[in-house]
């Protein structure tokens, strides 16, 4: 399988409940990021790996958790959410350090909380 | 902050017209990626853009980037119901830094 990989594309849960989001990637890059996607609102970067370090966490709330075990998985463990958290969370990737910045996403994972 | 404001937010066009989306920021950037993104599904990468001035052709979508790499604008030729989606522009600073600024988005739906 090529290109970046999310699972499970759709999820349901209730707030008390913990989840966890997956993204894989397959293209050899070394960076990865978490955005949210909510409905008439830009897309918001939420979480940046690099080389496996986080390098950025933009305010997020602590009910959200990511993880990078090595640089072709990066996980988004999830606890106590909040309806308002429902929205699409995208996870991309991209080669650090060349010319240009583009960045290679999922299909994204359609979360709702109950 | 930089900011990527797109423009119309919205069109609906008949099957075989022509569009242009506009993405503007008073800010500079260093590439300017377009993006196509359908319902319930990611982001695809359309083209990415780097020196001022630049145009690039994709089928019938036309890409420009402006002279002062500040904004960019997405021409399609022709329109089909298959255009449908919504267009996102995003701005990288330099290649070492670790984000995109992402546009406000223009959704198009285009009608058989």
């Known amino acids: 399988e090529t290109g970046v990989t999310q699972t499970p594309r759709h999820l349901v849960m209730g707030m008390t409940n913990k989840k966890s989001l997956k993204c894989e990637q397959h293209l050899g890059h070394n960076a990865m990021y978490w955005y949210k996607q909510s409905a008439k609102k830009p897309l918001e970067l939420m979480f940046v790996y690099s080389l496996e370090e986080r390098v950025e966490n933009n305010s997020v709330p602590s009910r959200f958790s990511p993880e990078c075990p090595n640089s072709s998985h990066l996980f988004l463990h999830l606890h106590t959410l909040q309806p308002e958290d429902s929205a699409l969370y995208l996870c991309?990737?991209?080669?650090?350090?060349?010319?240009?910045?583009?960045?290679?996403f999922g299909p994204g994972t359609r979360l709702t909380v109950l | 902050t930089q900011l990527l404001e797109q423009s119309p937010q919205f069109l609906s066009i008949q099957e075989g017209e022509n569009l242009t989306v506009y993405c503007n920021s008073s800010s500079v950037f260093s590439s300017l990626q377009w993006y196509r993104q359908e319902p319930g599904e990611g982001p695809v990468l359309l083209v990415t853009v780097v020196t001022g001035g630049e145009v690039k052709k994709l089928k019938r979508l036309t890409f420009q980037f402006g002279d002062a790499r500040k904004d960019s604008s997405l021409h399609i030729t022709a329109a089909q119901p298959g255009d449908t989606g919504l267009y996102l522009c995003a701005g990288g600073g330099s290649y070492n830094t670790d984000k995109l600024i992402f546009g406000t988005g223009t959704r198009l739906q285009v009608f058989p």
């Open positions: 991309a990737s991209r080669s650090w350090g060349t010319a240009t910045d583009t960045q290679y």
